[in-house]
């Protein structure tokens, strides 16, 4: 389905249900990304965030309960684009976040390329 602009793009996978983690990881599959993690829980992302060689994230907003902003932030301070994954839209974002990406869970292979080549610049 790709065009192949993906293929290579390191992956940041943050997301609590399994089943959504694996249709993600299969939709970044298809693309040709490399998948990083997955991570189910801040303890896990924060890591990864941290100091795992990224090109993006794709962040579930809402882990268990907690919200993902630390991640958010631990990407922004290295540099790394991330996407917002959510079924809250906008309105569950922080201050700080608002107007970052964001996919409205449920979402396409093809809106997820659209968000992923758009972090590309």
Not at 13 to 27: F, H, K, N
Not at 37 to 65: F, K, R, Y
């Amino acid at each position: 389905m790709s065009d192949g602009v993906l293929t290579g793009m390191r992956v940041l996978v943050v997301e609590d249900e399994m089943l959504v983690s694996m249709l993600l990881e299969d939709m970044l599959a298809d693309f040709g990304c490399d998948i990083v993690g997955p991570a189910a829980s801040i303890a896990e992302a924060l890591p990864l965030a941290t100091g795992a060689q990224i090109d993006v994230a794709v962040l579930d907003m809402n882990l268990g309960g907690q919200p993902v902003f630390p991640v958010a932030d631990a990407l922004k301070a290295r540099g790394v684009p991330y996407i917002f994954a959510s079924g809250y839209g906008q309105s569950g974002l922080s201050d700080d976040h608002r107007g970052a990406p964001l996919l409205q869970k449920p979402f396409r292979q093809a809106d997820l390329e659209k968000a992923l080549n758009s972090l590309r610049g």
